[in-house]
C-alpha cells in the first residue's frame, strides 16, 4: 500500500461547486502538506500542517480550505470551484524537521468546467 | 520571497549521455537541497540530497554538487537510459525560519532518447 493515498485520482466539476480532495498517509509522520502543480510554475504550497491543532497558509491558500481531522488524515476543499483552480494536486509528508524526505501521493488531477 | 530557479525547463538527451540540471536559490540561510523525481501518473519520489555541509554527494548514477558562496546546486546523471525520462524538481529548505520553509524550483521535464 501507498504512505500516502489521495482520493479521488481524478474529478471534474463545474464551476461553483464544492469539493473536497482527501489524504491520508501511514508514514506516522505529524507534518502534512497541500501542493499545487501548474506547468512551468512547480510545486506551490497552499496549506500545511505541523500537527492536529497547527493549520498554516502557504503561498497560494486563497480560495482553498484545509481540516486535519487526525494525524494521519488532512483534507483540501474548494468551497466554490473555478476554472483557473484546474490543476495537479499532491498532498505530502515529512518527518519531523523540514530538512528530511518529503513522500507524496499520486495527485489528483482536478478539472473545473 | 525567496525562490529557485531551476533550469532548463526541458532537457533532451541521448541515451548514454549525461544530463546536468541546475538550480539557483536566493535564500542563503538554506541548508538542505534535495532533488524528486516525478515519473508520468505519479507523486515526486526523492532520488538524491544534500545538505549544506557538503559539497558533493554521489548514488551511483547521479550526483548533485552544491556551492553555497554562488548559492546554486546541480543534478548530474551519467550514462542515462529511457528510464531516466520524467520531471525533475529542485528544492531548497531552511529549518530554521517561520513559514513555509521548502521552496521549489518550476521543474525539468528530461527525455532520454533511445
Known amino acids: 500500500d501507498a504512505d500516502v493515498t489521495q482520493t479521488p485520482r481524478n474529478r471534474i466539476t463545474k464551476t461553483g461547486k464544492r469539493i473536497m480532495l482527501e489524504c491520508s498517509q501511514t508514514k506516522g509522520h505529524d507534518r502534512m502538506y497541500w501542493y499545487r502543480q501548474d506547468p512551468g510554475l512547480g510545486l506551490r504550497l497552499i496549506y500545511y500542517s505541523f500537527d492536529v491543532k497547527d493549520i498554516n497558509k502557504g503561498e497560494i491558500s486563497d480560495g482553498y480550505s484545509v481540516s486535519r481531522q487526525a494525524q494521519a488524515k488532512f483534507s483540501l476543499s474548494l468551497e466554490s470551484a473555478i476554472p483557473n483552480q484546474t490543476a495537479l494536486y499532491f498532498c505530502?509528508?515529512?518527518?519531523?524537521?523540514?530538512?528530511?524526505?518529503?513522500?507524496f501521493g499520486q495527485g489528483t488531477r482536478l478539472t473545473v468546467v | 520571497g525567496e525562490n529557485v530557479e531551476q533550469h532548463p525547463s526541458t532537457l533532451s538527451v541521448q541515451e548514454g549521455d549525461s544530463a546536468v540540471i541546475k538550480c539557483t536559490y536566493s535564500?542563503?540561510?538554506?541548508?538542505?537541497f534535495p532533488w524528486y523525481k516525478q515519473e508520468l501518473g505519479k507523486g515526486p519520489q526523492l532520488i538524491i540530497d544534500i545538505r549544506s555541509n557538503v559539497g558533493e554527494k554521489k548514488d551511483q548514477r547521479i550526483a548533485v554538487t552544491l556551492n553555497k558562496t554562488a548559492k546554486h546546486f546541480s543534478l548530474h546523471i551519467t550514462e542515462t537510459q529511457p528510464e531516466d525520462s520524467a520531471v525533475y524538481f529542485c528544492a531548497a529548505s531552511n529549518p530554521n525560519t517561520g513559514g513555509f520553509k521548502t521552496i521549489f524550483g518550476a521543474g525539468t521535464r528530461l527525455f532520454v532518447k533511445a
Open positions: 535564500d542563503s540561510a538554506s541548508n538542505y
Open positions: 505530502a509528508t515529512r518527518g519531523q524537521g523540514e530538512d528530511t524526505e518529503a513522500f
